[in-house]
């Protein structure tokens, strides 16, 4: 079994293109992914040393995958459109912002507004995330096994929240219609965000989210689900504390 | 923005390199705020002679000879070491505040940075790195210290605008983000006593500080008091003679990344500003909690 993984490492990495930021620059990484065309047979690129650069990957619009070894700074991986992008380390604040479609992996912990805007795609953090995960999301789906700060959710239009562990103050204020499922504790819930009852599809929606995202050992069971009462929709005088 | 950071050290190993440590995290965050840096370092403690830092704009004609003016005025022995258009003053520490009045007096145009046993603080307008390089600070030594690179919003852009505002002995503090009530604390401050030099919310957050701690607070309740006392946002780090704080406001927008090793403690804006630390890849590495107080005492 060794030997089929060292083979299929070293194929890998024939087949991958790298780019060293300690040699190359930032904008000629964005630059080359910016050039694929579809089709192209570039489909594995490496980032070495990014040393918290901002804006590792962004705009990448091919369905091509990029590990990335080593912490990124901010906007990893914003705008994404079809790719894969893995993050060896821990992410700075707004990784995957208005993501578009693909799947961006953070192997360490993500820092404030992780997937902020986020149109669709997947977003993992398999540590921790930070305050206004998922801020205003549209659609994506975001996955965090650890857990997450404050004000996540605030809000979140459509798309999908999970999380492993336990969510910090005002999760989901003001939220429009995104589906929040919190395994831990809740520290408070904000302005329209209700707990609500998991039905048999909530239940085989968050097994598919799971599934995807690669936790296993998990139940949805284990999960509660919150999201919007609606009363924030139209002005109403009888909310006025509540905006 | 502004860009913050700050390095506390455990291993006497290391204090050789603090100013260059310092400095590479400075530069690294440049962009955060180009219009001025400054540095406040914490060398070692000598028991027969406190400092003082200070500015002038003409340093030829403010620095001449004042060392023998000085001595004469207060009866003491003074030394003066010159670095660009800042020096440091060393004389008795019991002599402290008679050779900071005796400054004004001879020499009205100078500014006073700070004072204290052991701090010296350096700032000017200018990129990060013209300003390490004017002053020599990466051969500096010490124990802990921090630095600030602006970008300015709540006041002009001169140095005395610049980071860290020290307004207590080896007190000194840098800030990154704005205080909405900075007017009336300082009234409130100027009423008990304290002095002011600059329009800057930043000085009052460090003259709160240096208030709460001479009424007797530790720096950990001093930082704690921020957080009900201040309006706005903010991530401050705070140096003392043998300490370093940390708080950041409860919205906590202000980003702030810190790693702690055997060796360190080490604050950044940005997680780049750590990259070159001794060990940074094995550092337990976490963003600090909103409206959480943390702080460390050699």
Known sequence: ???????????????SRIFDLDVSSLRELNQALHNLTPGSNETAWEVLHPKGSHSVAVGVDQ?????????????????????????HGSAGPGVGENMMSGAIIVKGDAS???????????????????????????????????????????????????VLGNAGDALGDSIYEARLFVRGKVDSLGADCIAKEMRPEHLELLQGLLDRAGVTGVKPSEFKRYGSARTLYNFNIDNADAY | MCGIVGLFLKDKSLEPK????????LVSLSDRGP????IAIYGAPSKNEAKITIQSAKPTRDFRDLDIELAKAIGAPVSIAVKSTHAVVRTAPAKIDETREAIQALRPDIR???????????????LPEAVVDRFDLRKMTGTHGIGHTRMATESAVTTMGAHPFS??????????????NHNNVRRELIREGMKFETENDTEVAAAYLSSQMAHGKNLGEALEGTLSDLDGFFTFVVGTKNGFG??????????????????????????RALTKLPGIDNARVWEPEPATVYFWEH
């Open chain 2, 18 to 25: 603090l100013g260059e440590m310092l400095s590479e995290m």
């Open chain 2, 35 to 38: 219009d001025s840096a400054g």
């Open chain 1, 1 to 15: 079994m060794p030997a089929t993984k060292l083979s299929k490492a070293a194929t890998q990495d024939q087949a």
């Open chain 2, 167 to 180: 307004t207590g002995a080896d007190q000194c503090l840098v800030h990154n983000g704005s205080l909405s």
């Open chain 2, 112 to 126: 006073i940075m700070g004072a204290g046993d052991v701090v010296e603080i350096y700032k000017e307008v200018g």
């Open chain 1, 112 to 162: 404030q507004y992780a997937g902020a805007t986020g149109k669709g795609g997947l977003l993992v953090i398999e540590g921790n995330a930070s305050s206004r995960c998922g801020i205003s999301m549209k659609g994506i789906d975001i996955v965090v096994h650890g857990n997450i700060g404050h004000m996540s959710a605030f809000m979140a239009q459509s798309g999908n929240l999970v």
């Open chain 2, 246 to 271: 940390v708080v950041r406001d409860p919205i906590a927008c202000k980003p702030a990344v810190m790693a702690e090793t055997d060796q360190y403690v080490a604050f950044g804006s940005e997680y």
């Open chain 1, 63 to 87: 369905p091509v995958s990029i590990d990335v070894r080593g912490s990124v700074g901010y906007y990893c991986g914003g705008m994404n459109s079809g790719s894969t992008i893995t993050v």
